[in-house]
C-alpha cells in the first residue's frame, strides 16, 4: 500500500491550493484519512480528518479556511486550502488506516509529504 500526497506548492498570501492523497496498492477498506503538517523547527500537527462516512474535523488555526473532503471510489483524499497565511506554510503530511490483502487489520500508512509554501 502506498499513499501519494501532491498539489503542494509556492502561493501568495490569500491564495488557494487543493492537495491531493492518492492511495494504491491491495487495499479492502480505508477507514479513517488525515491531513498533517510540519513547520520548520516543530512538531507535526493534525490538521484535518475524514471518516469513511464523511464526518469530518479540524484544527482551529484551519476551521472555515480548509476543506477536507475524500472520493471513496478513487481512494484519494483531499485538503482544499483558502484564504492560505504564511503560518500555513509547511509540508503536508496524509495518513489512511487502511485495511489490504497484505495485512488485513487497519494499519496506518503516511504519504510522503508536499511541501506549501505561503509568501506573505
Known amino acids: 500500500v502506498q499513499l501519494q500526497a501532491s498539489g503542494g506548492g509556492l502561493v501568495q498570501a490569500g491564495g488557494s491550493l487543493r492537495l491531493s492523497c492518492a492511495a494504491s496498492g491491495r487495499i479492502i477498506r480505508i477507514n479513517v484519512m488525515e491531513w498533517y503538517r510540519q513547520a520548520p523547527g516543530k512538531q507535526r500537527e493534525l490538521v484535518a480528518a475524514i471518516t469513511s462516512s464523511g464526518s469530518t474535523n479540524y484544527a482551529d488555526p484551519v476551521k472555515g479556511r480548509f476543506t477536507i473532503s475524500r472520493d471513496n471510489a478513487k481512494n484519494t483524499l483531499y485538503l482544499q486550502m483558502n484564504s492560505l497565511k504564511a503560518e500555513d506554510t509547511a509540508v503536508y503530511y496524509c495518513?489512511?488506516?487502511?485495511?489490504?490483502?497484505?495485512?488485513?487489520?487497519?494499519?496506518?500508512?503516511w504519504g510522503q509529504g508536499t511541501l506549501v509554501t505561503v509568501s506573505s
Open positions: 495518513k489512511a488506516e487502511i485495511s489490504s490483502t497484505y495485512r488485513p487489520g487497519l494499519v496506518d500508512y
